[in-house]
């Protein structure tokens, strides 16, 4: 079963991880940079090791997404950046394994990224893991 982990953000934080501080919260430094880069490299190579990675892929900055939303029934484009807070999806995983047991594990390791210690979130630290449906006939209603 292939499972789509998903990790959220918003423009503040990629603005801090960019080298910019943000209202109270300094910048990241290049070091505190480095070291979670890193631990995501290593945490995608481990997943590749044992055959588990399918894919895998960063998002850029909410600053550069566009939101398609419907008013009256007309489509309503609204270009970023969105409130510095709201979050987004920043980047994902697939990978495929035995269990969502498993998926969560992997998952949950994520919990162990580096950050700095000044590193203001302004809200709960969080991943998102979901089964990936191949079919219809997948879908549990």
Known sequence: MKYL???MGSQRDYDMISGKAV???PAWTPEEIGAMHEFMTKWNGELVES???VDGRGLTAPVHAR???VRDGVPVVTDGPYAETQEVLAGYTIVECESFD??????AKL???PHPEHAQLGRDWYVDIRPIV????????
């Open 102 to 107: 498993r998926a969560t594990e992997i998952a």
């Open 23 to 25: 209202g109270d919260a």
């Open 67 to 69: 939101r398609v939303s």
């Open 134 to 141: 191949d079919g219809f006939e997948d879908l549990e209603l």
């Open 5 to 7: 982990i998903m990790l």
């Open 111 to 113: 919990a162990h990224t």
């Open 51 to 53: 055959g588990e990675f």
